[in-house]
């Protein structure tokens, strides 16, 4: 089980190129920013809870293996924005 602590967020990544949401199509093959649902986060995060899915830099996540899953690590400033 993971547990997240201060303002740390995991994330797992959604497995499509292409996501909408009312409307607005991210085509994460061709920009360096990721969508990912939230699994975890620290008890000091503000805005951010277990479901959302958000879009995050590649460059500011850190990758890691639980069980065979591969999540992403994430500080709450590293979040650009919840869909």
Do not use: W
């Not at 089980?1 to 292409?18: A, H, P, T, Y």
């Not at 959302?52 to 924005?81: P, R």
């Amino acid at each position: 089980m993971l547990r997240c602590i201060g303002k740390n967020i995991i994330v797992d990544s959604v497995n499509q190129n292409e996501y909408e949401k009312n409307g607005i199509i991210i085509k994460t093959s061709t920009i360096s920013n990721l969508i990912g649902n939230v699994i975890c986060v620290g008890n000091e995060v503000v805005d951010i809870k277990v479901g959302d899915k958000v879009i995050y830099s590649e460059h500011d996540a850190k990758k890691i293996v639980y069980e065979s899953n591969e999540y992403f690590v994430l500080n709450e400033k590293d979040i650009l924005a919840i869909i």
